[in-house]
């Protein structure tokens, strides 16, 4: 399916949830409503990601050029996976909802790329480096993070 908020990019969804189910369609139409602001949504927490990576480089490391001077720069060091993984999460909290979640390759970080976690097709949930998880919550085991979209190498939340 083409994915109009990748700059309609085409991709292939993966099911953990029936597609069928109404929950997951309502989730599914509104990831690919072509008026999605979602890029935009994401963009100042994957600069804060794409700055706080830099700014741990080691000195001996060559650091890559990484430039966003302009709105919307960030997205031209990402690559945009093509698998989104389309998960419900049922703890009883807060987060609970439908997930998709897009492993993306990042010019910043090589080795463990950009994942962007979108909840109900509408609410970009989670950035950072690719652990797998649907929220920060879950992936620290931290309660106090529920809601948390990004958290730095420093370990605040924001």
């Given at each position: ?36 602001t979602l890029l935009a949504e ?116 924001a």
């Amino acid at each position: 399916m083409i994915v109009p908020f990748l700059r309609d990019q085409a991709c292939t969804f993966v099911f953990e949830e029936s597609p069928d189910d109404p929950e997951v369609r309502s989730a599914l139409a509104a990831l690919l409503d072509p008026k999605s602001t979602l890029l935009a949504e994401a963009e100042p927490w994957v600069i804060a990601y794409c700055k706080d990576i830099l700014a741990h480089y080691p000195e001996d490391w060559e650091r890559p050029a990484v430039k966003f001077d302009e709105p919307g720069d960030i997205w031209s060091h990402v690559q945009f996976g093509s698998d989104f993984v389309v998960s419900r999460r049922a703890d009883g909290d807060d987060e609970d909802g439908i997930y998709f979640s897009l492993e993306c390759n990042c010019d910043w970080e090589p080795e463990h790329g950009l994942q962007l976690v979108i909840g109900d097709g509408r609410t970009v949930r989670k950035v950072g480096a690719f652990d797998g998880h649907l929220t920060n919550a879950d992936a620290y085991g931290d309660r106090s993070l529920v809601g948390v979209v990004y958290v730095s190498i420093g370990g605040s939340g924001a």
